[in-house]
């Protein structure tokens, strides 16, 4: 492949990126880039139970967020079903979401509950959100629909 065609593949990934999460919508929890779970790997959360990393280099955007991982497998497993491996609350803080307020998170404080992943604001959060974990995904589940479509400095 020459310069020019790299470059020309390049670009094109660039504006599908730019143009997924220039128009995210308010219902996802990502950074100033358009990143979710704060770079970390949706799959290898629930492979693994473990918190990896991702890269830049396996990317899929999924409900106008992108997504990193950390392995081109991971992202093949991604892209057959999306929506198993999403977190929950469009990956705002699980506890948070309890007390109707959309949180940024740490993505290290997680579990995988019944095949859903949640993800909390921190590992002190999570901590205090798994002391009554079922109660906090009932209140959470019954307030996210009230909250979804409302942006978070909103609430």
């Not at 890269?55 to 106008?64: I, M, Q």
């Not at 392995?71 to 497993?77: A, D, T, V, Y």
């Not at 979401?97 to 002190?124: H, M, P």
Request: include cysteine.
């Amino acid at each position: 492949m020459n310069v020019r065609s790299s470059l020309t593949s390049y670009i094109g990934v660039v504006i599908l990126l730019v143009s997924s999460f220039a128009f995210a919508g308010v219902d996802v929890e990502t950074d100033d880039n358009g990143v979710i779970l704060d770079g970390y790997d949706a799959v290898a959360y629930f492979t693994e139970n473990s918190a990896v990393k991702g890269s830049a280099e396996y990317t899929a955007v999924h409900n106008d967020a992108i997504y990193y991982f950390s392995s081109k497998k991971n992202r093949e497993l991604f892209n057959k079903d999306a929506a198993k491996y999403a977190p929950q609350y469009g990956g705002f803080c699980a506890y948070g979401t309890t007390f109707g307020k959309k949180l940024e998170i740490d993505g290290r404080a997680f579990e995988v509950v019944d095949g859903k992943l949640y993800v909390n604001k921190s590992l002190n959060v999570y901590e205090t959100w798994s002391e009554e974990k079922a109660e906090n995904i009932q209140s959470a589940n019954a307030l996210w629909p009230t909250i979804k479509d409302t942006p978070a400095a909103d609430l």
